[in-house]
């Protein structure tokens, strides 16, 4: 009687269950059961073709034994070690054709930028940078001669590329560059500064945007990154983003040839166009960075226990999981629209800044719930969500967010430009200027 006494005691005593789950970012160690896509029936809502595509390119992403922690801490990166990732995922260019590109479709684009995000963020920008920014740029701007010359090399990634655009001064009043460009015999002469250029301490081509001092409309120009007369320095203790490599870029009398001048001019046409669609990769960065934060924080908390219990068995806790699924659900299937309506030809600026706008802080809301369900856990980098929270913050930008707002307001509502112009304040015609060179840019 006494043993059994003692033992039904005992059990109440009994140590609990506290084990802290595995840290093995970027991979993500998940239950087949809370499969995102899955569980939402994305797969549903695409082709035989797109989900077997589909399920290429998460198996490379996963397959990665590159160390991100490591690189995250020190801020760092390794183009190298990059370059093999890309090819992995295959030839750059996405949707471009010709030249050893990919060709995609961009529904499939979206895939893949889902993927890359999901895996990582720093690495889905360097991703981007060089094959949509770079690359479309080219394809899109170029004479045959400038796609001959550097499409081929960038599709296998011999040659990487950047985009030099925003200015030290100059953000999104894009059309009020500063940097100029004076013809001299056989080409040009930059003089300027570029600021937060991913990629330019490193980038074999460098995509600068000037103006034009003959005719002051805004020119691009196909730099080689190592000519004379640029000095680059890196952007020191950054929050976000920290693998990828943005830097400060000062060009003093940098010679160009006129063959390495794209021909469209300012933010107008074919310009417009091409960074429309780089504003759409946004859109589909803003479903991979989530997808991922979705995941960690849902694996981390079936696995997690407390009071005897896994996370997940708590409602409190359920109920902030549900609210980032539902939130994940509308930021892809938007994402999913967005890549058809690119493929029909029918997008425009209202749907891709409305998607934009929406989706940058849906996922700026979601992530922060991810990184919360994850206690303690959830700030620091090894299980990936605090990792998310932090690069969510370059997604959402927030007067770009606040523009794009007013760029979809004045589309729907033609007649506020009266009344906007009524105010008469500095202010406000600053901001319509503002407002009206982003819908150029």
């Avoid at 015999?185 to 500064?193: A, M, R």
């Amino acid at each position: 009687m006494t043993e059994k006494r003692l033992h039904s005691l005992s059990s109440n005593f009994h140590t609990p269950r506290t084990s802290i789950p595995e840290a093995k970012y970027p991979h993500i160690n998940i239950d087949p059961q809370y499969d995102a896509i899955k569980t939402l029936k994305i797969d549903e809502e695409l082709t035989h073709d797109e989900n077997r595509y589909h399920k290429k390119i998460r198996a490379i992403c996963q397959s990665t034994t590159f160390d991100f922690i490591a690189n995250y801490e020190s801020a760092t990166s390794d183009v190298k070690e990059f370059k093999k990732m890309f090819k992995k995922l295959g030839p750059g260019g996405l949707d471009v054709n010709g030249f050893g590109c990919a060709n995609l479709s961009n529904v499939e684009v979206f895939l893949l930028i889902l993927e890359t995000f999901r895996l990582d963020a720093s690495f889905g920008t360097e991703f981007l940078i060089h094959n949509s920014l770079a690359m479309r740029t080219i394809f899109d701007l170029g004479t045959k001669e400038q796609h001959h010359k550097y499409l081929t090399k960038m599709s296998s990634y011999e040659k990487i590329g950047c985009f030099a655009l925003t200015e030290p001064g100059i953000g999104s009043d894009a059309a009020s560059l500063l940097t100029t460009a004076t013809r001299v015999e056989g080409g040009w002469l930059l003089n300027g500064e570029k600021r937060w250029i991913g990629g330019g301490l490193t980038a074999d081509i460098i995509i600068v945007w000037a103006r034009n001092e003959e005719t002051k409309k805004i020119n691009g120009f196909l730099v080689e990154g190592k000519s004379s007369g640029i000095t680059a320095s890196k952007i020191e203790n950054k929050i976000a983003l920290r693998i990828v490599q943005n830097a400060n870029l000062r060009f003093t009398n940098c010679f160009v040839t006129d063959e390495n001048r794209l021909q469209a001019e300012d933010f107008t046409g074919s310009t417009a166009k091409s960074l429309q669609n780089s504003r759409a990769l946004v859109v589909f960065a803003c479903s991979g960075i989530l997808l991922g934060a979705y995941e960690r924080a849902i694996s981390y908390c079936t696995q997690r226990f407390q009071f005897d219990k896994t996370l997940t068995s708590f409602q409190l806790i359920q109920s902030k999981l549900m609210a980032v699924l539902g939130n994940l659900q509308s930021v892809i299937l938007t994402s999913l629209h967005i890549a058809k309506l690119l493929d029909r030809k029918t997008a425009d600026m209202k749907q891709i800044s409305l998607a934009k706008a929406y989706c940058t802080q849906t996922l700026r809301k979601s992530v922060a719930i991810c990184r919360e369900v994850c206690g303690g856990n959830g700030i620091i980098y090894d299980y990936g969500v605090a990792i998310s929270f932090l690069d969510a913050e370059v997604c959402f930008y927030l007067f770009i967010k606040i523009l794009h707002k007013v760029i979809i307001f004045r589309i729907l509502t033609p007649c506020w430009q009266a009344a906007w112009y009524s105010e008469k304040t500095q202010f406000a015609n600053g901001l319509w200027l503002s407002v009206t060179q982003c819908l150029k840019y």
